[in-house]
């Protein structure tokens, strides 16, 4: 079955310093993965997603992340992170056996401080 | 630029009664989705149509839950009777095709139920 972790409930970090939100992932075949961000009382906003190729891939808002296939991860980072950042961070994988509905993590509240 | 549309955004009930939301998706985007997210949760898919037809419902609580896209459009999620463990954000979300695996998802607003 695939899954998602994110280990971290919370990330805190200062504004102007790097930021990295963990996820991994477990999934039969090649992995589909995604970003989303959420604001509150919002719906979800897509970042970014990796499908293949290069393993670094960029997103919207200055954010970026890393697929390492042997370590199945797929963490979420951001060279320097702002105020406004701060939101619910998930990552999810999509389930290939069971259509195109993606798996979603329990999330990660991305906290920065000014 | 092209929105997945939600209403109601707020809904309060008390138990037992019955409550509807509705979603009109991306024009053109033939994959609908519901997803229920309980406070301090990642979403969980409830519901998935290809076009008018269910793709998954697995994780759909028949019993008190329904959902139809007739036209193969907009959608409605029914719960008869509400239970306060039913108190959560329902998104909805739609795709451009079932058929590509590579597509993100387009998410409404939400809709936030309390039911008391």
């Known amino acids: 079955a695939q899954s998602v972790a994110q280990p971290e409930d919370q990330v805190n970090v200062a504004e102007g310093n790097p930021l990295t939100v963990k996820c991994t992932y477990s999934?039969?075949?090649?992995?589909?993965l995604f970003w989303y961000v959420q604001y509150p009382n919002r719906g979800l906003q897509f970042l970014l997603k990796?499908?293949?190729?290069?393993?670094l891939v960029k997103g919207s808002y200055g954010f970026e992340a890393e697929f390492n296939k042997s370590q199945t991860s797929f963490h979420l980072k951001k060279p320097s992170a702002l105020v406004s950042d701060s939101a619910l961070y998930f990552c999810a994988v999509r389930a290939t056996s069971a259509g195109t509905a993606l798996i979603f993590g329990k999330g990660t509240t991305l906290s920065v401080s000014s | 630029e092209a929105e997945v549309a939600q209403s109601p955004r707020y809904k309060i009930t008390e138990k037992s009664q019955a409550v509807a939301f509705w979603c009109d998706p991306i024009?053109?985007?033939?994959?609908l989705y519901w997803y229920r997210q309980i406070l301090g949760q990642g979403p969980e898919l409830l519901v998935q149509f290809q076009d008018e037809s269910v793709v998954d419902d697995s994780q759909l609580p028949k019993d008190r839950f329904s959902a139809e896209r007739l036209k193969g459009v907009d959608s409605t999620l029914k719960i008869q009777p509400a239970e306060l463990g039913d108190s959560a954000m329902y998104l909805c979300?739609?795709?451009?095709?079932?058929?590509?695996?590579?597509?993100?998802?387009?998410f409404g607003e939400g809709s936030r139920l309390t039911v008391l």
């Open positions: 999934v039969s075949g090649n992995p589909y």
């Open positions: 024009s053109g985007h033939a994959t």
């Open positions: 979300a739609s795709s451009l095709t079932s058929g590509s695996y590579t597509g993100e998802l387009f």
């Open positions: 990796y499908i293949t190729g290069d393993n």
